[in-house]
């Protein structure tokens, strides 16, 4: 199969397998599991034409210590997986998270806990996205709502991975995933990319962890002239164990400064509807697409409601949320879990808004009802 061109009818999972592609990843590992299967069927068969690597892995502890290992070696890497998978990868994502390595992560939510409802939607991975490994540190989630988004945001995952030298994740669900929609596919060559940087000193005066101006190290590769040490106990600038006083501050300082003192490049959210609402509805994903749907229904029963969709759900925007708060008189939240967003919707509300969660675990996309009960007595 030749790369797609132009105008396309594709699903969620092939955008994102092309969208890898055409970043420039050249090595998948990974393990089978739906609803997320479709990433690895297209990386299999299209990687080895462009000089890349596909490996089915035992398993999805070994798929992401594969990915870290391809991307240590110089290779852009990724993996993808759904909710099971998730939990095993976490391990080796704290790994690739403190040795600062860029790779990316595709979840295809489903319904859980455990095997749960293994092709159904779920977006219950938000908070084990932020918090699923051990240890305190920072991450980088995009949610794509399209069959467009999965393929512009998968190109987004890995520019922001070299940028910032971290691992990202692409929190997706199966609805996303599985859903087949017209995109536009640009030319390859027009595409801004982003490489990490390169050592600019000789090989003897390199330290691997010593970072630049915005807080981020140069990285060599295995077997360039350049010696990468990288390890996954506490170290200094050398990439060497390092367990004296104040090591382990400095360093867990700089990963969360190197990604927090630079938000602006990273933060981005949707605004639907109008500026003056009476109810404002916070979502994300493929709940977000429901919401925007009801934005045109309610104003039919005379209740003007507009959409903060977050595109970036973590770092979590703050100050964007905070403001549409005080411009509101309530808030519905619509996620498609038991409340997780809800949480850090009402850990930023200054404003003592109301905020009301509506809430979808049925296995199913969201239903317009559930949502539009809590916009109702929202208003009451």
């Not at 990386?43 to 890349?52: F, N, Q, T």
């Not at 594969?66 to 704290?94: D, H, R, W």
């Not at 970072?211 to 200094?236: F, K």
Request: charged content about 20%.
């Amino acid at each position: 199969m030749s790369r797609p061109e132009g105008i396309q009818l594709m699903e969620g999972n092939h955008a994102c397998a092309w969208g890898a592609i055409d970043a420039g990843a050249r090595f998948y590992a990974g393990y089978p599991i739906t609803p997320s299967s479709e990433i690895a069927e297209v990386c299999a068969r299209e990687l080895p034409a462009y000089g890349g690597t596909y490996i089915q892995m035992e398993d999805e502890i070994g798929s992401m210590a594969a990915i870290v290992g391809a991307s240590l070696s110089g290779k852009k890497s990724f993996t993808a997986t759904s909710g099971p998978g998730f939990s095993l990868m976490q391990e080796n994502l704290g790994v690739g998270i403190y040795q600062e390595v860029p790779c990316v992560v595709v979840n295809i939510q489903r319904v859980g806990p455990a095997t749960g409802l293994a092709t159904q939607p779920a977006q219950a991975d938000v908070m084990q996205a932020r918090w699923g490994t051990h240890g305190d540190h920072p991450i980088i989630v995009l949610c794509p709502a399209t069959v467009q988004e999965m393929y512009d945001f998968t190109i987004r995952a890995f520019n922001l991975a070299e940028r910032f030298r971290t691992p990202v994740i692409l929190l997706s669900d199966q609805v996303v995933g599985q859903t087949y929609e017209n995109i536009s596919l640009p030319d390859p060559a027009s595409l801004k990319l982003v490489t990490r940087k390169k050592p600019g000193v000789p090989p003897e005066e390199y330290l691997p962890y010593q970072p630049d101006e915005n807080l981020v190290p140069p990285m060599a590769a295995y077997g360039d002239r350049h010696i990468l040490h990288a390890s996954s106990t506490c170290h200094c600038e050398t990439g060497y164990s390092n367990f004296k006083y104040g090591t382990n501050r400095q360093l867990l300082t700089r990963l969360k400064d190197k990604i927090y003192n630079y938000l602006d490049e990273i933060i981005e959210v949707e605004h639907f509807g109008p500026e003056d609402a009476d109810v404002t509805l916070v979502s994300f994903g493929s709940a977000s697409r429901v919401c925007k749907y009801l934005v045109g229904e309610a104003e039919k029963e005379g209740i003007r409601v507009n959409l903060l969709r977050l595109i970036t759900m973590w770092p979590f925007p703050d100050q964007e949320v905070q403001k549409a708060l005080a411009n509101t008189g309530a808030c519905v939240v619509a996620e498609m879990n038991q409340g997780q967003v809800i949480n850090e919707v009402n850990r930023v509300n200054t404003t003592n808004t109301p905020v009301h969660l509506a809430s979808g675990i049925d296995g199913e996309l969201i239903r317009p009802e559930i949502i539009m009960t809590s916009i109702r007595e929202a208003v009451k």
